[in-house]
């Protein structure tokens, strides 16, 4: 299992999300508005930016098309500095507090 999280423009949230929504096996999306700062295109001081952070976990099968679709619909344009960042990370386990279910069956599309 992989836990991505991505920081995208807050003008691109409602697209990205669409666009998860409409994937063959919707994962789960944690949404947050976020603030932050990163490096300056211009070599100036820090400035805090507005920014969204998607978070999902996806079984390893799934790591590729959900990372494609974040690429494709967060990057504005032909790709402009400041379109976000993707971070992806491994997860060990993972349990349903309701019932104590574990494992990729807690984060698995039901169809």
Not at 50 to 69: A, F, G, I, Y
Request: charged residues 30%.
């Amino acid at each position: 299992m992989k836990l991505i999280k991505a920081l995208i423009r807050r003008n691109m949230a409602d697209e990205v999300i669409d666009a998860i929504e409409n994937l063959p096996k919707t994962p789960g999306l944690t949404v947050s508005e976020v603030q932050g700062w990163g490096h300056s295109k211009n070599g100036k001081g820090a400035k805090l930016t507005e920014r969204v952070k998607l978070e999902t976990v996806v079984p390893d099968d799934q790591l590729e098309t959900v990372l494609d679709c974040l690429v494709k619909y967060a990057r504005t344009g032909e790709g402009h500095y400041g379109d976000g960042l993707i971070f992806v990370s491994s997860v060990d386990e993972v349990v349903r507090i309701r019932n104590g279910q574990r494992g990729n069956s807690v984060i698995t599309h039901k169809d």
